[in-house]
């Protein structure tokens, strides 16, 4: 069973709008949200992250949004540029556990 | 630094063949982990180890052994490759659990199995 869903495999948008990237969550012992970046032939990067104890995170042009009760967060990302064109994967986990759980992932691309 | 490196970045192996793919990291962290990528299915834990001598198993590690002598070495072992094995490694470190914590991936190894 997944436990962290994000259900758009894919998402275009154009340079300078908003991107809306949505991950759900299952396990409601999850407490510890992050967001990872990766480009092709590369391994991925810490983008950002959020504690459950929070409902917004924000860091330059990327802020995280957690929505507890729906079990929901999303990355916005505004301005949009097409260096930002990579898949975003969400993350999370739960207290006391030493595992990141992944979602499959969203290949955002960012249109000039 | 040269953070975290694996090795090789390619390898073309047949089935029941085995292999050993590399991690090292100098960045002193304690805890390393081993993902695969798989198409539509995301990042997967294999294996991981929470210092030098400790490991311990992820979500899919039948068919991988891992050993942790030192902090900086951290190698992924196949016993005898399989298809299904067709897949993008990934080495990260962090130097916590990475629950909480910013992971350090490397740039992948990319194994196919014939």
């Known amino acids: 069973d997944q436990q962290v869903k994000q259900n758009s495999p894919s998402l275009s948008v154009q340079e300078g709008r908003i991107s809306i990237l949505n991950c759900d969550y299952t396990?409601?012992?999850?407490?510890?949200f992050l967001w990872y970046k990766k480009y092709p032939a590369e391994g991925p990067t810490f983008l950002i992250s959020i504690s459950s104890i929070k409902d917004k995170n924000e860091d330059g042009r990327f802020t995280v949004f957690l929505n507890k009760s729906a079990k929901h967060l999303s990355l916005h990302i505004v301005p949009s540029q097409p260096g930002d064109s990579a898949v975003y994967f969400c993350a999370a986990s739960a207290i006391g556990s030493e595992k990141l759980v992944f979602g499959k992932g969203t290949k955002l691309t960012v249109n000039p | 630094n040269a953070g975290v490196t694996q090795t090789p970045k390619f390898q073309v192996l047949k089935t029941g063949q085995s292999m050993t793919l590399q991690c090292a990291q100098d960045m002193n962290h304690e805890y390393m982990s081993w993902y695969r990528q798989d198409p539509g299915m995301g990042l997967r834990l294999i294996h991981y180890s929470v210092g030098a001598g400790i490991t311990d198993q992820g979500e899919v590690p039948n068919g991988y052994n891992v050993s942790r002598s030192t902090t900086e070495d951290f190698p992924l072992r196949l016993l005898s490759a399989a298809p299904s094995q067709t897949s993008v490694y990934f080495c990260?470190?962090?130097?916590?659990?990475?629950?909480?914590?910013?992971?350090?991936f490397g740039p992948g190894t990319r194994l196919t199995v014939l």
């Open positions: 990260a470190t962090s130097e916590e659990f990475p629950t909480a914590n910013e992971q350090f």
């Open positions: 396990n409601s012992m999850f407490d510890y």
